[in-house]
């Protein structure tokens, strides 16, 4: 028998987190559930126990950055799936910004990491950078 697991997840959730985006593109016509995530039609948007993320990339892991880190790769992953629309994304990065800032991020930080996202970030929300799944003995 073999196992199967993915890399590159610093952290995991241990109860369910609970976001209300602002940006009413992001509202789903329809109800998306994943194993991890659930968007509603509302713009509730929730990361299940056990979701996973990585960080904000490149940047310290200051405590103010990780609940607008774990929406913004949350919002990511429903772009790579197909569950929103690529188009979208910089709506995404906005929902990032506002939550920085909701979690004591210093203004200026907080834009400054948006405008790096929103140049570089793109290839994120690709389905070719969907987690690989390795296969261990």
């Given at each position: 028998?073999?196992?199967?697991?993915?890399?590159?997840?610093?952290?995991?959730?241990?109860?369910?987190?609970?976001?209300?985006?602002?940006?009413?593109?992001?509202?789903?016509?329809?109800?998306?559930?994943?194993?991890?995530?659930?968007?509603?039609?509302?713009?509730?948007?929730?990361?299940?126990?056990?979701?996973?993320?990585?960080?904000?990339?490149?940047?310290?892991?200051?405590?103010?950055?990780?609940?607008?880190?774990?929406?913004?790769?949350?919002?990511?992953?429903?772009?790579?799936?197909?569950?929103?629309?690529?188009?979208?994304?910089?709506?995404?990065?906005?929902?990032?910004?506002?939550?920085?800032?909701?979690?004591?991020?210093?203004?200026?930080?907080?834009?400054?990491?948006?405008?790096?996202?929103?140049?570089?970030?793109?290839?994120f929300t690709t389905a070719e950078?969907?987690?690989?799944?390795?296969?261990?003995?």
């Amino acid at each position: 028998t073999t196992m199967k697991y993915k890399k590159g997840y610093k952290y995991q959730l241990t109860e369910d987190e609970v976001f209300q985006l602002t940006c009413k593109e992001l509202f789903p016509t329809h109800h998306i559930s994943t194993r991890f995530i659930e968007l509603f039609v509302d713009g509730t948007y929730v990361s299940k126990v056990g979701y996973a993320w990585d960080g904000v990339s490149g940047f310290p892991d200051l405590e103010c950055l990780q609940t607008g880190g774990a929406l913004h790769d949350g919002l990511y992953q429903l772009m790579r799936e197909g569950h929103i629309d690529r188009s979208l994304r910089a709506f995404a990065d906005q929902e990032m910004y506002i939550q920085f800032v909701k979690s004591g991020c210093n203004k200026n930080l907080a834009y400054s990491l948006k405008e790096v996202v929103e140049s570089f970030g793109g290839r994120f929300t690709t389905a070719e950078n969907i987690k690989k799944i390795h296969i261990a003995p």
